[in-house]
């Protein structure tokens, strides 16, 4: 882990750890250290209210840009690609070339990581249920937090397939007998879950702080796992009241998505927070994401999730998403024009000439485009898939002048969301929901790409701890 992440990390979450848990070695050592910090914290609602930040501070580990799901949903896609990179390199193109194993260390780091922030989240709801606060506070607390759960399990069951759930701080001995769960029951847990959120979380227009999760988050998130598990009917349903609540709209302009001005905006459901400095939680998608050691145009530059010519060629002529999406270039400190294509929407004019590693942009998990393509798919009406496209004034589903290569509303859809949501860490589990993922991957990465490549390994250090943990198949 460089200097720049560990100080991100730190930020957020390092105070937590000493309060809550021993940093253990593996996400099997689940319980809490029994000690005096412990023992008297979460007593006050100032105690609550530092935990609650600190669980949402998770999020920066959870979204970071070399993060399990920036892997699988833009290197494991046909968006993203890697070439130089820092660190075990061939551990980071095993995405991308599917060429996983068991002993992969990002693959371990993703599941470590994430357990590791169930646990926080785990026990601060655990501590809600006997806490003497003000109920509604404790109730409005317990919606944030299932809210957080449900949406780190639902990346978790896509990435994994199969996995432990664990709904409660629990002790070593318990860890053992807590084995892989049904994917289809970890589903069902995280629909309550989301339920539970949406009843009890305020309007967008009504939350308390920054960042919170609100209603329409909670049910947008919902709709996309009734999508997932295939229930289009409930999907459409749970869709319909976010974009009937008259909380969201679609910015007038495409370009405002990723000016700073325009920030936590009425497109946004749910946004994660970065404010630009070395103490604070800054931004690292754009250090991330700038071609490797480029030395030029930001602090470094990492090579991460460089763009494939797959989706430089999706956009349609004179889409303008395409510019607003990609860089095709930049100039090396010898003024020399170097062509390779990179993400440009976490991109930060006022630090092009600062050397900075500090940016300001937040990541946005789910917006307004987003929930009425979902719409469209679960109601199998382009209405929603129209009002995207106006937004871009591109041509209209159904006209004369819409490319006819997307013949069918799944494919119209398919296409709009590959454009619009480029990569904003969705393509991957897009392509998987809708069953498209083994026909268009084996044709874009050159080989054959089997449902069983469609999971991540479970962790061989895991396993070796706990034997009685099964692997997926074909690994």
């Known amino acids: 882990m460089n200097t720049l992440r560990l100080t991100r990390y730190y930020t957020g979450i390092i105070f937590l750890c000493t309060i809550l848990w021993s940093c253990s070695d593996s996400f099997l050592e689940l319980s809490p250290i029994s000690n005096a910090n412990e023992a008297n914290y979460y007593k006050t609602e100032k105690d609550f209210e530092t935990a609650v930040v600190a669980a949402y501070a998770t999020l920066y580990t959870e979204y970071d840009p070399e993060s399990g799901l920036s892997y699988c949903s833009e290197q494991m896609s046909d968006e993203a690609t890697v070439y130089?990179?820092?660190?075990?390199v061939a551990d980071k193109q095993a995405f991308k070339n599917y060429t996983l194993f068991p002993a992969n260390t990002i693959v371990l780091q993703t599941w470590r990581a994430t357990y590791n922030s169930l646990l926080i989240i785990n026990t601060l709801i655990d501590k809600l249920h006997t806490a003497s606060i003000n109920e509604q506070l404790k109730t409005a607390y317990e919606a944030e937090m299932r809210f957080l759960r449900a949406l780190y399990y639902f990346n978790l069951v896509r990435m994994f397939g199969d996995i432990p759930l664990v709904d409660k701080p629990i002790v070593v001995n318990e860890s053992y007998s807590t084995l892989r769960s049904p994917a289809s029951y970890v589903y069902d847990f995280i629909i309550e879950d989301l339920k539970f959120a949406a009843d009890r979380l305020p309007l967008q227009s009504q939350v308390s702080r920054v960042g919170q999760a609100s209603k329409g988050a909670a049910q947008g998130i919902l709709g996309k796992v009734y999508l997932t598990v295939g229930n289009k009917s409930a999907a459409k349903e749970v869709l319909g009241q976010v974009i009937n609540s008259g909380e969201y709209e679609l910015l007038s302009d495409y370009a405002h998505l990723w000016d700073l001005a325009h920030e936590n905006s009425r497109e946004a459901l749910f946004e994660i927070q970065h404010v630009a400095g070395p103490t604070t939680p800054s931004s690292p998608y754009n250090e991330y994401f700038c071609p490797y050691?480029?030395?030029?145009i930001c602090g470094q530059g990492f090579g991460m999730n460089q763009v494939t010519d797959d989706l430089w060629n999706e956009f349609e002529s004179g889409d303008p998403r395409r510019e607003l999406s990609i860089f095709t270039g930049y100039n090396d400190k010898g003024g020399n024009?170097?062509?390779?294509?990179?993400p440009k929407k976490w991109w930060d004019p006022a630090w092009v000439n600062s050397n900075s590693y500090y940016f300001e942009n937040n990541f946005i998990v789910l917006r307004y485009a987003d929930v009425l393509l979902m719409y469209a798919e679960a109601a199998d009406d382009p209405a929603c898939l129209n009002?995207?496209?106006?937004?871009?004034?591109?041509?209209r589903y159904g006209s004369s002048s819409y490319p006819a290569q997307y013949s069918t509303l799944a494919e119209a859809i398919e296409h709009e969301r590959m454009v619009e949501l480029a990569l904003e860490f969705h393509r991957w589990f897009d392509l998987k929901r809708t069953g498209r993922a083994i026909a268009v991957?084996?044709?874009?990465?050159?080989?054959a790409i089997t449902e069983q490549m469609l999971v991540l390994p479970v962790p061989q250090t895991e396993r070796d701890i706990n034997p009685a943990?099964?692997?997926?198949?074909?690994y």
């Open 84 to 88: 130089d990179m820092a660190g075990n």
């Open 293 to 296: 050691n480029n030395m030029a």
């Open 337 to 342: 024009w170097i062509e390779i294509k990179f």
């Open 387 to 395: 009002m995207v496209r106006d937004r871009a004034e591109m041509p």
């Open 441 to 447: 991957l084996s044709e874009r990465k050159g080989k």
């Open 469 to 474: 943990l099964t692997q997926n198949a074909g």
